[in-house]
């Protein structure tokens, strides 16, 4: 038990130190942690065993609405920007939910990706309002009305992050195992019991889906600010499948997972890309095949057995469980 | 004359070439536990089906405490206070025993709070209670995939009754039960049906258990009741013995 | 709108309609087979369309007539399915069969994936253009309009001759009837004694090439560039599933009704023109959520 959580407070120590130990790192970090927050949204869907491939789409319109806002005022307060932004997600994540929660599996996959491919063409096409493939620019905003340099901007762009990874990760493990999200995780088993209990499994998934569109705005909007700008690439269909990569790769179904999956992934990007830019989409497909046929349960399902066998205990499987 | 909690009028629907509801007309009364028997295929669970909302018939009106519900969706005819336990059980079955009690209780109490955990609920006492009833408290954290068919049919009637519903349905409440127990169980599940002012209807095959625990007795057959009385009654008749019991023997 | 401009848009849309449909109708009977979304169904119609124009360049600089570039279509489709679509099902599918919808998925987006990037790698990222399939057939004129040969008659005859040809071979031949009793019960066919791996693999393959021959099939008509497989399956799903997933027929009607409206989109609202598919097909859903001509299936309990 101490170790299980021994290991996880000392991993969020070493990010914390990073601008410090290791600034070269930082601005990796801070992606992987933008990334983390939304990978959790989509494992959140995982947990009601739905998988959707364009919640890149709200990731791009939480970043857009916080690019739109600073354009019309500028010098916004970075914390007016971020719930602009993440209401933003929020409100599309009940709009379009309300009509994919209406399906399950394949529709509900590939509805998902087809929104998200509406919303990059309007992005790609109405390049008046969007800017078009080159996207607009998020200017820096302020905080709490002081117009900051770079430096300091990122390391409280860095610590804000972490942060709310550890607050939005707290309340997503808690929120699994409070009565709402356990029913949203009984839409994976047996709708029909859900019904018979006086529950309309579709408000039942509606809950875990604004929930789900709202962090996967936070990241979005996260990584628009620290890139200083945002493009149609944001909405594209190969950040939602990279997103569900990370999701598998941490562990379906595993808040920590998304975030030691992302952490993972952007490291492992950032290297490999030097060599390996041309068969990226190729590796990771390949990579995702392994998964899940012969580790279902991803580096948290693998981190969990190894434990286990390491204190000869039966893994606690609290909050990697399904 | 005492009181009508269901009335269903002139129910028809077919499947193919199948009429499973051929003009079905029965009333049940408040306070009582009604049996239903009848050879498989003669339509009883189809009945069930279209009482909470299921199934459409094609003809024909559900009357749920004088208020028609024919249109409704299920769960807002299990909102009205009708409960049901099902043929195959329908479970959680990624959850534990418990944990499908505390999620029926959840949806009953309509808890919201995103950050209570559920095991921590003010009404886990009631529902390990309930849990004890049917007999499954030592399995209570176990995961129900790995119970046995009788254990999972007895944690979808608790399932069903942690909803406190005012009518249960129940269809084939203990087949897959062993003979042992049936008595056994039914006995708690009268008593605690009549404790808690339940109604009930429940599908059954054996008969020992229609004449000791049912109030009435209808008798259905091709998409019809055939016949409603008294067990005393209707176990004697000699066309159900020979169309009915015959067959289940 | 004039009569021009309207002739124009529904020959045009006539024209997609029948790339869309050849290649949807594949995806429809993979599903309905093997109740299984191929998700890397537009990546095969990508490197059907890429391998035409690469085998049709090449007979053309060994001093070929550009009507040979139609054999090579054929070519194309049929290498596509048998070396692609073979191994993805001989390897991957298989073992999957039995398991959640959602693995289901996961599985054949890494295929897409996958395949996205071997595209790149073989063919780079430069668009290719190869029209002389088009160009062989010549111009016709209809109405005071004129329009390719190719486009107004070619596509649509072939994309019939699918229809009515699939729809025989299921029906009437012992091999299609073979498969249709696979679809109904995969244990009673069984038990029987079909080979239902024999069956899928074969399906497999047969809705595989179909993907191939749409790429074949379009090349000679659009410039091939990386990204046209993602929106290519985002799109022949949309036919399909406001069809109805496993609807043949459907998929024609569909994809008439999705191209058309596409094709009027272009010339009325062009920058709303990639969004008409979605719309449609968004708007059938939410008044049929089982598509046009699917039945909606009950759970039984
Ligand atoms: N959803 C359905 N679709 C098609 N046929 C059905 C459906 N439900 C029931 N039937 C048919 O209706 C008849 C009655 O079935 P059912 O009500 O389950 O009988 P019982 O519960 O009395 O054994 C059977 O012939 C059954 O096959
Ligand atoms: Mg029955």
């Known amino acids: ?322 | 004359m005492s009181e009508i909690l269901l009335e269903a009028r002139n129910l028809q629907i077919r499947f193919g070439g199948v009429i499973a509801a051929d003009n079905v007309s029965l009333t049940i009364e408040r306070g009582k536990n009604m049996a239903i028997i009848g050879p498989n295929g003669a339509g009883k669970t189809t009945f069930l089906n279209i009482c909470t909302g299921w199934l459409k018939p094609a003809k024909g009106t559900v009357l749920f405490e004088g208020r028609d519900v024919t249109s409704l969706a299920p769960r807002r005819i299990v909102r009205l206070g009708v409960a049901r336990a099902f043929q195959i059980p329908q479970l959680f079955t990624e959850h534990t025993a418990l944990e499908n009690l505390l999620i029926s209780v959840s949806a009953r109490e309509r808890l919201r709070h995103p950050l209570q955990d559920m095991h921590t609920i003010r009404q886990r006492g009631e529902m390990l209670h309930l849990l004890d009833m049917v007999g499954c408290a030592d399995v209570a954290d176990r995961p129900v995939v790995e119970l046995s068919e009788g254990q999972r049919k007895l944690i979808d009637i608790a399932v069903a009754l942690a909803l406190k519903p005012k009518l249960l349905l129940m269809d084939e409440p203990t087949s897959g039960v062993a003979s042992s127990e049936k008595f056994k169980i039914m006995e708690i599940l009268v008593k605690a049906l009549a404790e808690a002012k339940v109604t009930s209807v429940f599908v059954e095959h054996d008969m020992g258990i229609v004449s000791r625990y049912a109030d009435e007795v209808a008798v259905w057959a091709a998409g019809n009741v055939q016949m409603r009385g008294s067990p005393e009654e209707i176990l004697q008749h000699p066309d159900v013995i020979r169309d009915v019991i015959g067959e289940a023997v | 709108m004039n009569l021009t401009i309207f002739l124009l848009a529904l020959f045009d849309g006539i024209a997609y309609a029948a790339l869309v449909f050849s290649v949807a109708v594949g995806l429809t009977l993979i599903f309905g087979v093997m109740r299984i979304l191929n998700v890397a169904h537009g990546s095969l119609y990508a490197v059907g369309a890429y391998l035409t124009v690469s085998l049709t360049g090449y007979i053309l600089a060994l001093g070929f007539a550009p009507v040979l570039a139609f054999p090579m279509m054929i070519v194309s489709a049929v290498l596509v399915g048998v070396l692609i679509g073979g191994p993805i099902e001989w390897l991957l599918l298989r073992r999957i069969y039995n398991k959640p919808e959602v693995l289901q998925l996961l599985v054949t987006f890494a295929v897409f994936m996958i395949l996205e990037d071997v595209q790149r790698l073989v063919w780079g990222t430069q668009p290719y253009f190869q029209a002389s399939a088009l160009q062989a057939m010549g111009m016709i004129r209809v109405f005071g309009v004129n329009y390719t040969v190719y486009q107004l008659i070619i596509l649509p005859l072939v994309a019939l001759v699918l229809l009515v040809g699939l729809r025989f071979f299921l029906r009437h031949t012992i091999l299609g009837k073979l498969i249709l009793a696979t679809t109904e019960d995969r244990e009673a066919a069984q038990s029987i004694g079909i080979d239902a791996d024999k069956v899928f693999l074969l399906t497999f393959i047969v809705g595989a090439a179909l993907a191939g021959l749409g790429g074949a099939l379009a090349s000679p008509t659009t410039s091939i560039l990386p990204g046209m497989g993602a929106d290519m399956i985002v799109l022949s799903f949309a036919v399909v599933a406001t069809a109805g997933l496993g609807q043949i027929e459907g998929a024609a009607f569909t994809a008439l009704l999705i191209g058309l409206g596409r094709s009027f989109a272009v010339y009325v609202w062009p920058e709303t023109a990639v969004l008409v598919p979605y719309l449609i097909m968004l708007i059938v859903l939410l008044v049929r959520p089982e598509g046009l001509f699917g039945s909606p299936t009950a759970r039984k309990i």
């Open chain 1, 1 to 322: 038990m101490t170790v299980r959580l021994a290991i996880p407070a000392l991993i969020l120590l070493a990010v914390a130190a990073i601008p410090f130990a290791a600034p070269s790192l930082q601005l990796l970090m801070n992606l992987a942690l933008a990334k983390g927050i939304a990978v959790v949204g989509v494992t959140v869907l995982l947990r009601a065993g739905q998988v959707s491939f364009g919640h890149a789409l709200f990731f791009a319109i939480a970043a857009y609405a916080a690019a739109f806002l600073s354009a019309s005022m500028p010098g916004a307060d970075l914390v007016l920007v971020l719930v602009v932004a993440v209401a933003g997600a929020a409100i599309s994540g009940v709009l379009v939910g309300l009509f994919v929660v209406r399906y399950r599996g394949i529709f509900f996959g590939m509805l998902n990706l087809a929104f998200s491919m509406i919303f990059w063409s309007i992005l790609e096409k109405f390049y008046h309002y969007t800017g078009g493939a080159d996207g607009i620019r998020l200017p820096r905003p302020t905080v709490f009305g002081m117009a900051l340099e770079r430096g300091p901007f990122e390391l409280i762009m860095f610590y804000l992050s972490l942060a709310l990874v550890i607050l939005l990760g707290w309340f997503t493990v808690r929120w699994f195992a409070s009565p709402s999200g356990q029913l949203f995780q009984t839409i994976k088993t047996n709708e029909t019991r859900l019904q018979y209990l006086g529950v309309s499994p579709q408000r039942a998934l509606l809950t875990g889906y604004v929930l789900s569109a709202a962090l996967c705005g936070v990241g979005g909007v996260i990584m628009g600010i620290v890139q200083g700008v945002v493009t149609p690439e944001f909405a594209w269909w190969i950040r939602s499948g990279e997103m569900v990569f990370i999701a598998v790769l941490g562990g379906a179904g595993s808040v920590a997972g998304a975030f030691v999956g992302a952490a993972i992934y952007e490291i492992v990007r950032t290297y490999a890309s030097a060599f390996a830019g041309d068969i990226w989409q190729m590796l990771l497909g390949g990579f995702l095949l392994v998964i899940v046929i012969f580790a279902p349960k991803g580096v948290i399902g693998i981190y969990d057995a190894t434990l286990a066998r390491l204190t000869g205990t039966r893994a606690n499987d609290g909050e990697t469980r399904k």
